[in-house]
């Protein structure tokens, strides 16, 4: 991640971060925000490369909870039987383990609890199902299984993402935002944002020599780093203005409503009869007659 290389704070309470750093061909830049921050960081971000690179998407972590991203997950991980009880939830997938030296494939059917008397005790092991070609049905101990994968690439994106909401759900309070750097060789970066900052302090005191010397005034500026980065060899201005700063809902996602048309269940209605046509055969039918 891109150190960070200046600081403009102001008496508004808002601060100007730059950061600087080298990357080298298509690489992601990741960085971390507070959830009330994530506002101020999409209304100000600017990204340069100042080597001729290009940025292509930026994508940041929902506003939506961990615990919401789960439940939209058709899979999930047990607590304290992470790998019998997920294999048996992933019925239907296909799977290859590595088996007494030899690769097995197929479709998970399942697990299966074994219990065996030996020499007067019960053991208990944990078998693998699985459907192999030709309708073969395989059962593996577990313990024999050295190594499994997923050979499903949609079972293996839910379980990403799956164990990214877990992770997301140790710090609920920080949200991720990823810039994707393209461009041959190794570039160099320069990422500014301004974000909600706490206001800079002054402090002053007056020093008295003894011996009748001049007194010395002192300014000393209090400045707080709430910040995750430590600021080493940076550039630190203080800025006594106060700019125009203002809060704007970039972050939530926004629905609109829209109308609803209700199906016509009413019976359909005849067509009217046309009597004009009738009129004038029975005025035929008179005239022949007379």
Same mark, same amino acid.
């Given at each position: 991640?891109?150190?960070? $290389?200046?600081? %403009?704070?102001? +008496?508004?309470? *808002?601060?100007?971060?730059?950061?600087?750093?080298? %990357?080298?061909?298509?690489?992601?830049?990741?960085?971390?925000? +507070?959830?009330?921050?994530? &506002?101020? /960081?999409?209304?100000?971000?600017? #990204?340069?490369?100042?080597?001729?690179? $290009?940025?292509?998407?930026?994508?940041?972590?929902?506003?939506? =909870?961990?615990?919401?991203?789960?439940?939209?997950? &058709?899979?999930?991980? =047990?607590?304290?039987?992470?790998?019998?009880?997920?294999?048996?939830?992933? +019925?239907?997938?296909?799977?290859? *383990?590595?088996?007494? !030296?030899?690769? %097995?494939?197929?479709?998970?059917?399942?697990?299966? $609890?074994?219990?065996?008397?030996?020499?007067?005790?019960? #053991?208990?092991?944990?078998?693998?199902?699985?459907?192999?070609?030709?309708?073969?049905?395989?059962?593996?101990?577990?313990?024999?299984?050295?190594?499994?994968?997923?050979?499903?690439?949609?079972?293996? @994106?839910?379980?990403?993402?799956?164990?990214?909401?877990?992770?997301?759900?140790?710090?609920?309070?920080?949200?991720?935002?990823?810039?994707?750097?393209? !461009?041959?060789?190794?570039?160099? /970066?320069?990422?500014?944002? %301004?974000?909600?900052?706490? *206001?800079? +302090?002054?402090?002053?005191?007056?020093?008295? =020599?003894?011996? !009748?010397?001049?007194?010395?005034?002192?300014?000393?500026?209090? /400045?707080? &780093?709430? #910040?995750?980065?430590?600021?080493?060899?940076?550039?630190?201005?203080?800025?006594?203005?106060?700019?125009?700063?203002?809060?704007?809902?970039?972050?939530?996602?926004?629905? @609109?409503?829209? =109308?609803? *048309?209700?199906?016509?269940?009413?019976?359909?209605?005849?067509?009217?009869? /046309?009597?004009?046509?009738?009129?004038?055969?029975?005025?035929?039918?008179?005239?022949?007659?007379?």
């Amino acid at each position: 991640m891109p150190e960070i $290389t200046r600081v %403009v704070l102001f +008496k508004h309470g *808002v601060g100007y971060f730059e950061r600087r750093g080298r %990357v080298r061909g298509d690489q992601e830049i990741e960085l971390g925000f +507070k959830a009330g921050q994530m &506002n101020d /960081v999409l209304k100000s971000l600017i #990204t340069l490369d100042l080597s001729g690179g $290009t940025f292509g998407a930026l994508s940041y972590d929902a506003e939506e =909870p961990g615990e919401k991203r789960l439940e939209e997950l &058709n899979i999930d991980i =047990p607590q304290g039987r992470a790998f019998t009880a997920f294999l048996d939830g992933l +019925k239907g997938a296909r799977l290859e *383990v590595e088996h007494s !030296g030899r690769l %097995v494939q197929g479709h998970i059917v399942g697990t299966e $609890t074994w219990e065996r008397l030996h020499d007067g005790a019960k #053991t208990t092991s944990h078998q693998l199902v699985l459907l192999a070609a030709e309708g073969r049905l395989l059962r593996l101990p577990l313990d024999e299984i050295s190594g499994a994968r997923l050979l499903d690439g949609a079972v293996r @994106r839910d379980l990403d993402r799956l164990l990214q909401a877990h992770f997301a759900g140790l710090h609920r309070d920080r949200k991720l935002l990823r810039i994707q750097c393209r !461009g041959e060789g190794e570039r160099q /970066v320069q990422l500014g944002y %301004v974000v909600e900052a706490p *206001v800079w +302090k002054t402090s002053y005191r007056v020093v008295l =020599p003894a011996g !009748g010397q001049r007194p010395l005034l002192q300014g000393w500026a209090i /400045v707080d &780093n709430t #910040t995750e980065d430590d600021w080493h060899d940076i550039s630190l201005s203080l800025v006594s203005g106060l700019p125009i700063s203002f809060v704007h809902d970039l972050y939530s996602a926004r629905y @609109r409503q829209r =109308p609803v *048309v209700e199906v016509e269940r009413e019976a359909a209605v005849a067509p009217p009869v /046309v009597e004009g046509a009738m009129l004038l055969d029975e005025m035929a039918e008179a005239e022949e007659m007379d």
